[in-house]
T-cell receptor, first 111, second 112 residues
Framework: KQEVTQIPAALSVPEGENLVLNCSFTDSAIYNLQWFRQDPGKGLTSLLLIQSSQREQTSGRLNASLDKSSGRSTLYIAASQPGDSATYLCAVMTGANNLFFGTGTRLTVIP | NAGVTQTPKFRVLKTGQSMTLLCAQDMNHEYMYWYRQDPGMGLRLIHYSVGEGTTAKGEVPDGYNVSRLKKQNFLLGLESAAPSQTSVYFC???????????FGEGSRLTVL
């Protein structure tokens, strides 16, 4: 069974700092990998999706990379802002209906 | 554009009671999912559907039933609620072209 791990579970950074969130997975035979943001009491909002044939995706201040061979993905957030405070989850899809989630990294950006 | 809408958002049940959660999506997606989210365990798939009239079991299906009578709606039922089913339930639909998932805002269920 695919296992998805996100370390650290929580992270606090001062405003303006660049940061990297990590996601690792055990089975490299993935269909795609998706990063989500979840605010307290809310649903998940899709941030970036990387297909298995891609190495990275960018959206504004966010950049996600994928290294299938090592089973790793990173989410880079540039110039962090207090509004970036949320829990970030990664999920890997190994088939049409097999999506495995990590438990997330709770990010706090301190003004 | 509403996306994925879940009702109700909050519900409190007593052990043994039944209820149905409704998920509606307006993106004409074939694939729909029901997940539960529990502290420290991430999201786990309960049931899913690959199209109108079809449903299948996910990772944690016991105690739940689902129906997909219309393409836009996916219902999750609890026939006899148990305290272990206290959780936040999320519905999602999937874009067939990109694989991207779109989530509802969640339904928080407490079983006393």
């Amino acid at each position: 069974k695919q296992e998805v791990t996100q370390i650290p579970a929580a992270l606090s950074v001062p405003e303006g700092e660049n940061l990297v969130l990590n996601c690792s997975f055990t089975d490299s035979a993935i269909y795609n990998l998706q990063w989500f943001r979840q605010d307290p009491g809310k649903g998940l909002t899709s941030l970036l999706l990387i297909q298995s044939s891609q190495r990275e995706q960018t959206s504004g201040r966010l950049n996600a990379s994928l290294d299938k061979s090592s089973g790793r993905s990173t989410l880079y957030i540039a110039a962090s802002q207090p509004g970036d405070s949320a829990t970030y989850l990664c999920a890997v899809m190994t088939g049409a209906n097999n999506l495995f989630f990590g438990t997330g990294t709770r990010l706090t950006v301190i003004p | 554009n509403a996306g994925v809408t879940q009702t109700p958002k909050f519900r409190v049940l007593k052990t043994g009671q039944s209820m149905t959660l409704l998920c509606a999506q307006d993106m004409n997606h074939e694939y729909m999912y029901w997940y539960r989210q529990d502290p420290g365990m991430g999201l786990r798939l309960i049931h899913y559907s690959v199209g109108e009239g079809t449903t299948a079991k996910g990772e944690v299906p016991d105690g739940y039933n689902v129906s997909r009578l219309k393409k836009q709606n996916f219902l999750l039922g609890l026939e006899s609620a148990a305290p272990s089913q206290t959780s936040v339930y999320f519905c999602a639909s999937r874009d067939p072209n990109t694989g991207e998932l779109f989530f509802g805002e969640g339904s928080r269920l407490t079983v006393l």
